[in-house]
């Protein structure tokens, strides 16, 4: 009868400990209409993601990307986790359709126990101009803290953009740095047609990376289960 005590507290006593890191809410597969309520978080392995804002515009207004018309899905790989952004953005000036604009915005936080992060990338993918069309996606950062509602950073501001223009394509860049373990991210998802042009843009990608956890730190969680697994044997044979 002890043992299965015993099995029975210290399942409950891992569980304990396991949701130190934040386990719950995970990230779902849907649209920004799933993540933009207020007070909305979820996680993805050790990161929780919070803080979520969505505002489309577009020109002429009527064409502006409403929250359920932009997919998001989570990237689920440890220490490179984000997410995917997938909408119809297009424009051109023979449809009239001459500009579209998404913000998305969100806060990442490391767990207890998590690994810091020290990079962060941005990705198109879906992408072509013609003319004097543009696509054009800037993310501003700010890392050691998380924005606050009046947009201020208490951290270290920095940005970074990716396009496909006359000018060039630039469709993968990233931002490194020590490893902190909170940042903002404000992203505009940009499309112009211009004054003789067309845009598209199916796909963004955003990735926040950082450092595994050591060996020596999951050894470390390990013997902290059975120096409790001790001390709950040994109160049940009191």
Same mark, same amino acid.
């Given at each position: 009868m002890q043992s299965k005590w015993f099995s029975a507290l210290l399942v409950i006593a891992c569980v304990t400990l396991l949701s130190g890191i934040g386990f719950a809410n995970a990230c779902p597969s849907g +649209?920004?209409? =799933? &993540?933009?309520?207020?007070?909305?978080? !979820? +996680?993805?392995? =050790? $990161?929780?993601?919070?803080?979520?804002? &969505?505002?489309?515009?577009?020109? %002429? %207004?009527s064409f502006a990307l409403p929250p359920g018309s932009v997919g998001v899905a989570p990237m689920t790989t440890m220490g490179n986790e984000g997410f995917r952004?997938?909408?119809?953005w297009a424009v051109s000036t023979i449809s009239g359709v001459l500009s579209m604009d998404s913000d998305i915005d969100y806060g990442v936080t490391v767990n207890p126990g998590g690994a810091p992060i020290t990079d962060v990338s941005l990705a198109i993918g879906g992408y072509n101009f013609t003319g004097t069309g543009n696509v054009?996606? =800037?993310?501003?950062? !700010?890392?050691?803290? @998380?924005?606050?509602?009046? /947009?201020? !950073?208490s951290g270290t501001l920095r940005n970074m953009s990716v396009f496909d223009n006359s000018s060039g394509l630039v469709a993968f860049n990233e931002i490194t740095f020590a490893g902190?373990?909170?940042?903002g991210v404000e992203k505009d998802i940009l499309l112009d047609a211009g004054t003789a042009g067309a845009a598209d843009l199916s796909l963004v990608l955003n990735?926040?990376?950082? +450092?595994? %956890?050591?060996p020596g730190s999951i050894l470390l969680f390990g013997s902290?289960?059975?120096? @409790?697994? /001790?001390? @709950?044997?040994? $109160?049940? $044979?009191?």
């Amino acid at each position: 009868m002890q043992s299965k005590w015993f099995s029975a507290l210290l399942v409950i006593a891992c569980v304990t400990l396991l949701s130190g890191i934040g386990f719950a809410n995970a990230c779902p597969s849907g +649209t920004m209409a =799933d &993540y933009v309520g207020t007070g909305f978080s !979820c +996680t993805i392995n =050790d $990161k929780t993601f919070s803080n979520w804002f &969505y505002q489309g515009t577009a020109n %002429p %207004p009527s064409f502006a990307l409403p929250p359920g018309s932009v997919g998001v899905a989570p990237m689920t790989t440890m220490g490179n986790e984000g997410f995917r952004f997938s909408a119809t953005w297009a424009v051109s000036t023979i449809s009239g359709v001459l500009s579209m604009d998404s913000d998305i915005d969100y806060g990442v936080t490391v767990n207890p126990g998590g690994a810091p992060i020290t990079d962060v990338s941005l990705a198109i993918g879906g992408y072509n101009f013609t003319g004097t069309g543009n696509v054009e996606v =800037d993310e501003t950062l !700010c890392i050691g803290a @998380l924005f606050g509602s009046n /947009g201020s !950073c208490s951290g270290t501001l920095r940005n970074m953009s990716v396009f496909d223009n006359s000018s060039g394509l630039v469709a993968f860049n990233e931002i490194t740095f020590a490893g902190v373990t909170e940042v903002g991210v404000e992203k505009d998802i940009l499309l112009d047609a211009g004054t003789a042009g067309a845009a598209d843009l199916s796909l963004v990608l955003n990735n926040v990376s950082g +450092t595994t %956890p050591e060996p020596g730190s999951i050894l470390l969680f390990g013997s902290g289960a059975l120096a @409790l697994a /001790g001390v @709950l044997r040994r $109160k049940l $044979k009191h």
